[in-house]
């Protein structure tokens, strides 16, 4: 299957498939007040940052088709903040794969039950967002990109599921994304 785009998105080729992976926010300290991990909220001020970061996307052109996230709050709450900066009518699923361990081929194989969402963001955690974005440049098992709160990539692919390694078109920081707006 190829995936058509016809958003613009600067950078990607105009037939592609465009993965964008984002940590999530800045969110509340572990801890007594957060004694389940899971359920650890974005911060206020993490919350704003996020704003500023999905004003970035917006000017850089970023359309998406689909956001999916993982279950954990932080993730959840990171995921509805982009959906409503980039447009309110994207739908926004939950995988499992998203989770801290998560598989990647989990989540490849999630994601392509739905081959018309050509242009998907996911949000998730870190290392594992790191090890998914090697594996799917063709990095190697071992390989990683460490993402800061907030911090996206875009990997573009000519078909979906991937048959060969994707291509890094960008992976920015919270801070530049902040400062695109």
């Known amino acids: 299957m190829t995936a058509k785009n016809d958003s613009g998105s600067q950078g990607a080729p105009a037939t592609t498939y465009e ?16 004694p389940d ?10 919350k704003k940052k996020l704003r500023e970061i999905v004003a970035g996307l917006a000017k850089l052109g970023v359309e998406l088709d689909w956001i999916v996230s993982s279950p954990l709050v ?3 709450e990171t995921a509805e903040i982009v959906a409503e900066g980039l447009g309110a009518h ?3 699923d939950l995988c499992d794969a998203l989770s801290p361990g ?16 050509a242009r998907v963001l996911v949000t998730g955690h870190e290392p594992d967002l790191g090890l998914l974005a090697a594996r799917l440049i063709g990095a190697g098992r071992h390989a990683h990109l460490t993402f800061k709160k907030g911090g996206c990539c875009l990997i573009t692919f000519e078909e979906f599921p991937p048959h060969s ?14 400062k695109l707006r």
Do not use: C
Not at 37 to 46: F, I, M, W
Not at 167 to 178: D, E, F, I, S
């Open 90 to 92: 994207t739908p926004v």
């Open 19 to 34: 993965l964008y992976i984002m940590r999530h926010g800045i969110a509340g300290e572990r801890g007594p007040a957060y």
């Open 37 to 46: 991990d899971t359920q650890r909220p974005l911060t206020p001020e993490g």
């Open 165 to 178: 390694p994707g291509q890094l078109v960008w992976w920015l920081t919270p801070k530049v994304m902040r």
């Open 102 to 117: 998560g598989e990647p081929e989990a989540l490849v194989k999630f994601l392509s039950k739905h081959p018309n969402r």
């Open 74 to 76: 932080r993730a959840r």
